[in-house]
C-alpha cells in the first residue's frame, strides 16, 4: 500500500504547505509545468518525485523528466503526462496510447481545473489535480492525496489551499 502526494502547475512556486501535507505520502507525483529545478528538488527533499515535464518546462527540466511516463504502482498501471484532456475529450498526443491499452489510472495537469473522473469506456480513474502554484486564473489552489492499494484507489483527498491575498502599500 503506498500513500500517494499528487499536484500539477506549479510553475516555480513553492510553498512550505507542501511539505506538511505531503510529509505522511510514500511518494510526490508531479504532473508537470513544475518551473523550476528547485521547486523538484524540494519535493524530492520531502518523498521520491515522479514528474513529467509541462509545456512551461524549460530545458533543464526536459533533461530530468519525460513528456510522458508510464508505471505500476503497487499493482496499478498509471500514465502521466502534463497535457491529456479529459475522457471524451482525450489531447491528440495521448488520445492512442489511451485507446490502445488503457491504464487503470491517467493523471494530466495543463488547465489549472481540479478535476477526477472515472472512464467507463476505458475502465480509467483520470485524476487531473488543478494548480497549486500562483500562475494562472484559479482563486483556489489544489492538492491531491490519496492510496494506492493493489489496483485499487482509496482514501482520495483534495486538499484546497487559498491564495494569498495581496499586500497593499
Not at 129 to 156: M, N, S, Y
Amino acid at each position: 500500500m503506498k500513500r500517494i502526494g499528487l499536484l500539477s502547475d506549479t510553475h516555480a512556486y513553492w510553498d512550505e504547505k507542501y511539505t506538511a501535507y505531503f510529509r505522511e505520502c510514500d511518494e510526490i507525483w508531479h504532473a508537470g509545468d513544475i518551473g523550476s529545478v528547485e521547486v523538484a528538488q524540494k519535493l524530492t527533499a520531502i518523498h521520491p518525485l515522479r514528474a513529467v515535464y509541462g509545456n512551461c518546462d524549460g530545458m533543464e527540466l526536459r533533461q530530468m523528466f519525460t513528456e510522458k511516463l508510464r508505471w505500476r504502482c503497487e499493482d496499478a498501471d498509471i500514465l502521466m503526462t502534463h497535457i491529456g484532456g479529459y475522457p471524451g475529450k482525450y489531447a491528440p498526443s495521448i488520445r492512442k496510447q489511451l485507446y490502445e491499452r488503457p491504464p487503470q489510472m491517467f493523471i494530466s495537469g495543463h488547465s489549472h481545473i481540479l478535476k477526477i473522473q472515472f472512464d467507463p469506456r476505458l475502465g480509467l480513474l483520470h485524476i487531473n489535480p488543478g494548480a497549486a502554484g500562483l500562475t494562472g486564473w484559479q482563486q483556489t489552489r489544489t492538492l491531491v492525496r490519496f492510496t494506492v492499494d493493489g489496483k485499487e484507489f482509496k482514501d482520495l483527498e483534495v486538499i484546497e489551499i487559498p491564495r494569498p491575498q495581496l499586500q497593499e502599500t
